[in-house]
């Protein structure tokens, strides 16, 4: 399959998915947008309420946020590909489980894979804790990290930005740093051709959660 075909159809899968608990209070899934061939994918948390009413990430007030640290490196969000960690909205927007994280992250590591950016940004802890599990985001934000052949460059979350003005400063600066960081890097080995995840059948049928949380 192409790298669009992949993300198509990791998208059918995300709508219809039962792997956790978030899927009781989906409104509409967040597999994430963008074009395949994106050189840069962002990584947030999860959906929020307006994500999981319209079916697409960061269209909220940290959404627009994005956009405009987007528009300041003269890019718009329509050039890289914005997803998350977990694709439904964690009820009340609390923070995601780590089971719930576990149970979506094959969603995630196939549309990477499909996609190959040169860069990932992860935007606040949960999708920097993918990749740099032991890192602390106030000391490496900004920085540019290799893993797996790919680089990482984790920052604080714009939701987070939005509400204490000395993290909207640092994101303001790490986000300048960005084309900096990204042209460096093109400099580098090329990276491997985008490959096939191994697994693209829709994952087996997964035993139904015993009940509901009365949180939703
Ligand atoms: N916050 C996130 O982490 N992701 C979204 O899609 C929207 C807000
Ligand atoms: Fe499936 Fe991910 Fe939604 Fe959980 S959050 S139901 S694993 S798509």
Redesign the pocket.
Known sequence: MKPDEILKQIAQE?SV????Q??YG?KH?VPGEGPANAKIMFIGE?PGFYENEQGRPFVGAAGKFLEELLAGIGMKREQVFIGNV???RPPGNRDPLPE?IG??AN?LDRQIAAINPQVIVTLGRYSMAKFLPNAKISSVHGQSFQVNGRLIVPMYHPAAALHQPSLKADVERDFARLPELISKNAEAPALPEAQEPEETKPPAEEKPQPKQLSLF
Request: glycine share 6%; proline share 0%.
């Open positions: 995300v998915c039962q792997k956790c978030l899927h989906r899934a999860g977990v694709k439904c719930e149970s979506c969603y």
